[in-house]
Structures are given as C-alpha cells and as structure tokens.
C-alpha cells in the first residue's frame, strides 16, 4: 500500500519564574504518537519524527545590578576583546540557565550546555538561541522519544526572583508517515477465466454494455506506446514511460490512463512523453502522472490545441529531453 505523509506545526511557548526555583522542565517532550496506532480513519502510523526549528530564550533580569560594557583599549588585541567579553558574561553577578536532552522513557537528564543570565547596561531584555548549543544545522532532528528541558541554576546570585522573567519559545514539525488501512478488492467481468468469480456477497452488474467496457482494460507493468481508443492500467515497481501517439491523430481521440503502485512504500511515477504534439496549445516534451488511482483521459482535440487530459491537476508538466520511443 502507498504511504502517505502528514507535517504539522507546532509551537513551544514555556515561562519560567520565581516558581520554577530550580527545577529541570521540560520545554519538549514527543509526542504520544505510537507506530502501528490510527491516527485518522483508515490511516496507521508506521513512522514518526520530530525536528526542532527554533528554540529561544527571552530573558529579563531586573533582580542584579547592571553591568556595564566592557571598555576596549585601542592597544587590546582580539583575544583581549574576547576575554573582555567573556569576563563580561561569567565574572558577573548573574544567573544561569542550564539546557538538557534526554529520552521520553528514561528520567535522567544530560546536560549540553548552559547561558549566562545578566542585567546588561542598556538593555531592557535580551534574546539567546538555544539552537547554537544543540546544532549548527537549520533543524534539530528528535525522533520520535527525545526531550527538552532547561533549568535555573544558583550560582551565588540566587534564583529567578518576582522582577525577573524567562520565556522559552520557538516552534517544531511533526513528520507522520501513514499507511492506509483500507483493503480494496479488484474483479475482472466479462472474462471466461475462473479466477475472476466474485464472492457470494458481490453482485456483477447487469449491463452487458458496463460489462463490456470494465473488462477492455489493457494491464501494462513496463513502458509502453500507446493507440487511440486504449484503455491502460498500469500496476508499477518501477517508473515507467507511455508514450502517445504521433500518427492517425483525430480530433476527439482518446487514450484513459490510470495507474497502481505494486509497493507498500514507494509510490511510482508514470512519465507520459507527448511525442512532438501540443498538449493543452503548448509545447511541452512530457508530463509526470504521480497520483495513484486516478484514471485520467488524454483527449486529441487538433493540432493548434494537440491532447488536454481530464484531470489537468493531477499531473506535473516536466522539461525533459530524455526520454526515447519504445
């Protein structure tokens, strides 16, 4: 069966304040989603992944006395920039936020880095991203059983007080694959074989004309070229090419496409090659049917116009120079 894919978004908004004293809390903890569980009608998860894509801190410190800008000596060198600086942050009075990971089914914590918190001159308030102590890369890949927590440490300065404020926010995706549950059964009527017998509980039509035009499908599984008036179903384990026809083109001809992916995980695509006619008045050298299931007609209409198909949306017209006749 086809697996489809689901990305939601969601937002990470958690306050810390004198309350949190010094706590871990968890500003991200996966989802409750399980493999194997339905998560919309007709639809089971069979994977699941999460990726952080921002994760800040707003941090206010009203509770410790400003510091000042560190003052630049025009005889400093660059290193003597930086451990002002860094004297700056870590030689002040301040506060300190720790960040952790962990696994959703374990209670431990691992430490990966922490911030230094400081009223700096100037300064009402001031933003970190949390995302430099994780990754250099534009997300952070969580699967589906990680954590996130952060904590205020004392590190001689006190705690948060009622003055000061500290807001984790950011955002991340949830990516769910599903696997459709629904079982579809296929008959064939109007043949003579024995294995094309519905069960007792399916009644054939009745129509002889509707049966007849049931059983004129042509089941192609490789590339193929087509006449006008076909009908072809193609079953996939692989990409495939139809090509349409170049000769004995009239107007109001008509090729019905469909196609079935033989595979529970890959859906393929089917490339339909124009062959040197207009397709909806342009020029175009093929186009891509990727939707499975869906039967689209291919329509002649003459040669300023050449073919427009009946589900124009279904299909992603491609520039390509590869494809050869079969």
Known sequence: MPISSVNRARSIIVPLNSASTSNIITVYTSSNLTLGSEFIEGYTIVSYNCFIKNLKAFVQINSLDEVALPLFSPRDTETDRLMKV???EWNNSRKQLNVFAGIKTNENWQQIGSISLINNYGYPFKIYNLMDLFTDTLALEIGDNGKIGVQIENVGYGLLEASDSVTIHGSYVEEIFLKSTEVTNYYIYGSNQNNTTPPDN??????????????????????????????LAFILTDIATLTLPNSNLTPGGEIKVIKHSNDEYNSYQLDIYVNGAFFQGKSVESVTLEIDNEEISFVFVNDDIGWIPTKPNALIVVETSSYGTT
């Open 86 to 88: 860094i004297d700056l």
């Open 202 to 231: 399916t009644t054939p039509p009745n129509n002889q004309e509707e049966d007849s035009e049931m059983a004129n499908w042509a089941i192609k599984s490789n590339s193929y070229r087509a006449n006008i008036g076909e009908k």
